[in-house]
């Protein structure tokens, strides 16, 4: 995405070099016999934890109930999922640290019970809400759908969650509801990035949804992964997931969500307005200033084989989500 240096200028992405590095890493890694719970070589990692392990994470009592007997939900892609160990341990979450490896290093730690959501703006039902009771109404689902970053990268994810129109109705949003707003946590002692002086990005991260979007059916609330708690590094306790749009729209992490009359301006599209668009739907025919989005990355690849494949028109779910769109020039509205 948009890296300020030291010297506060732009660098061209450095996603390619990135990947590149994290497979090294681990190239190296395994053939001296170490895994990836191993895999940081910096200074104080041995008092972090890596990631949370698919077999070692567990969430709060009333979440770990609603995780048993999920159900299948809809939409979910017959492709073959990604691993966890790069769905939890390849992660963009910019609060933790800009490398791809760094969230699941750094994340581990923090803190996401007890965790409320403030429900502002244009709706009937307002204020603050415990998770616990947000979540209750609600019957847990797993989807298995694609997740295309930006940066040309993309994997398979089950997710586990709830449609967001399910959430949002509750809130009775009022005539006046033109647009949802998200807000990450701001937290500068648990998130090393919101106290860096060079961060690239401002922060709290937001990000916004028309009405119409985020009354979509595909539109998805999660709580996590693999029928597990969400790893912290994908933005537990709570996140959104757009999966016809770029990755950055699927916000982490979420305490604010406020019902909007105006178009809220959103993180990326107010870092480098000419780069990141509002709607930012996943399409192949609009190339990023710097990079085609012609196709993909679909991790996990290596260095000898790098699987590319066709980016497909709304991430592949232009039968859901192509009318929300119907004459609108998608070239100016990126
Ligand atoms: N708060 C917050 N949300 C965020 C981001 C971030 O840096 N901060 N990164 C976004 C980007 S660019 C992507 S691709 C996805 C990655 O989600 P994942 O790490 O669970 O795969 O999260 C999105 N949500
Ligand atoms: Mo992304």
Redesign the pocket.
Known sequence: ?LIKTRDNCDIPSSEITDEETFYNRRLILKSIGLGMAAASTRVGASQRQLYQTKDSITGPDWLEKKLTGLRSGPYSTNEKATPYEF?AGY?????FGTDKSD?AENAGGFITDPWAIEIKGEAEVTGKFQLEDILKPHDLEERVYR?R???AWS?V?PWVGFPLKDLLARFKPTSDAKYVRFE?LYDPEQMPEQRSRFASIDYP?VEGLRIDEAMNELAFMVVGVYGKTLPN???API?LIVPWK???K????IVGIEFTKRRPGTTWQKTNPREYGFYANVNPNVDHPRWSQARERRLPSSLFSAKKTETLMFNGYAPQVAHLYRGMNLKKNY
Do not use: A, D, H, W
């Open positions: 995405m769905v992660n963009n979450f910019y609060e969230p997740l970053c930006v940066e994997m994810v990450t991260y590094q994908n933005g996140r770029y990755g950055f699927s916000i982490k992490s």
